[in-house]
């Protein structure tokens, strides 16, 4: 089956910028959607179709998807950004929802 | 707003049953695909169940299959998720979500979640 590879862990010093992959085979010929969550809360949306921002999410969040490799990444990081952050694509062959393992942001 | 609230959880026996609701508001909630997503204590997320629009198409992980039943009663803009013979393993926080393609022609995404309902599993 499908697996979606993500890094358990990203630091970053406020101000630069976070970079938080997502691997898997191919994933460049599929959609990715990305979501946010902070401590105690649900998900949120905040890039879907590889680089799509939703209405209301800042223009610091940017998505791309090639190869084998979807990154999303976070300009000029702020402590407000520190949260888990999860890639998700749609497995054709079984008709659901795949994520990956999440990655934890940590704003220095 | 557009808002889901989900209801139910609580603490149960291993092999005990459990129903779960999610209150859709705010949007036209026959229009949409819905999900159930679970998500154990500190751990990632997991897709549970799906279930579309007029609730013809129903879907489920191999891990509940057989055990869990999803439903909906769109005159009552509401989505359930009826559980059986529950393990050690089902206990986690489960969120309703909302699917749907951002743009037409887009990939569906889970643009709305409910707050989450925690359900435990123990003796």
């Known amino acids: 089956s499908y697996v979606l590879t993500q890094p358990p862990s990203v630091s970053v010093a406020p101000g630069q910028t976070a970079r938080i992959t997502c691997g898997g085979n191919?994933?460049?010929?599929?959609?990715v959607q990305w979501y946010q969550q902070k401590p105690g809360q649900a998900p949120v949306l905040v890039v879907y179709?590889?680089?799509d921002r939703p209405s209301g999410i800042p223009e610091r969040f940017s998505g791309s998807n090639s190869g084998n490799t979807a990154t999303l990444t976070i300009s000029r990081v702020e402590a407000g950004d520190e949260a888990d952050y999860y890639c998700?694509?749609?497995?054709?062959?079984?008709?659901?929802?795949?994520f990956g393992g999440g990655t934890k942001l940590t704003v220095l | 707003q557009v808002q889901l609230v989900e209801s139910g959880g609580g603490l149960v026996k291993p092999g005990g049953s459990l129903r779960l609701s999610c209150a859709a508001s705010?949007?036209?909630?026959?229009?949409?695909?819905m999900n159930w997503i679970r998500q154990a204590p500190g751990k990632g997320l997991e897709w549970v169940s799906y279930?579309?629009?007029?609730?013809?198409?129903?879907y489920y992980a191999d891990s509940v299959k057989g055990r869990f039943t999803i439903s909906r009663d769109n005159a009552k803009n509401s989505l359930y998720l009826h559980m059986n013979s529950l393990r050690a393993e089902d206990t986690a926080v489960y969120y309703c979500?909302?699917?749907?393609?951002?743009?037409?022609?887009?990939?569906?995404?889970?643009?709305?979640w409910g707050q989450g309902t925690m359900v435990t599993v123990s003796s």
């Open positions: 979500a909302r699917e749907s393609p951002l743009i037409v022609g887009g990939t569906d995404a889970f643009d709305i």
């Open positions: 705010g949007f036209i909630f026959s229009d949409y695909y």
């Open positions: 279930i579309s629009s007029g609730g013809s198409s129903i």
């Open positions: 191919k994933i460049g010929s599929k959609s």
């Open positions: 179709d590889d680089s």
């Open positions: 998700q694509v749609w497995d054709t062959n079984n008709s659901h929802p795949l």
